[in-house]
């Protein structure tokens, strides 16, 4: 699987349009075979699947020397019914260090796998830094998750990172 770093997808350039210059890295597309594995990883509770991208990621890692990962966040509650953080998991398993940039996600209502678009693209995600995040101000970030729907978290994140005066961000997604 090659990672596609050139191609930006329509959610992207609608929010470029709207003055954000954010280029999130896609490993694949979400297809029904992506759904089964993370259906059965995350609902399912399956972690011996975390490692399951070990390479790709391992080989993307490498080529972002000094940057930090940092997993989106989830909810409390998507947390208490799992055990487990996914992308957290996800980045232990194959050996990427990562930070704790944001704290549990606060957005009220229905999960978000469960919204329509127009739903998720409004939703106030509530998205807060943890308050002893600190690093140097042109630290490079790679913001993590495991499935880029709309943007909408992705992008949260990156303005929480850009209001306390972080410049060099970047995404990661296992699946678009």
Known sequence: ?????????????????????????ALMHYDDAFKAWLHQFK??????????FYQVLQDFHKTQAGAIWLPLPSSEANYRK?????????LEAVGIPYAQAFLPS??????????????????????QLVPDFSYAKDQSFILFDDVYTTGATMYACYQALKQAGYQNLSGFSLAR
Request: net charge positive; charged share 25%.
């Open 43 to 52: 609902r399912l509770g399956d972690v011996r699947l975390a490692p399951s």
């Open 106 to 127: 606060q957005a009220k209502g229905a999960k978000q796998a469960l919204k329509g678009r127009q739903a998720r693209l409004q939703a106030d995600r509530g998205i």
């Open 1 to 25: 699987m090659d990672i596609q770093t050139d191609n930006y997808c329509k959610d992207c350039l609608k929010w470029q349009a709207q003055g954000w210059h954010f280029h999130n890295h």
């Open 82 to 90: 799992r055990g487990f953080h996914q992308t957290e998991c996800i």
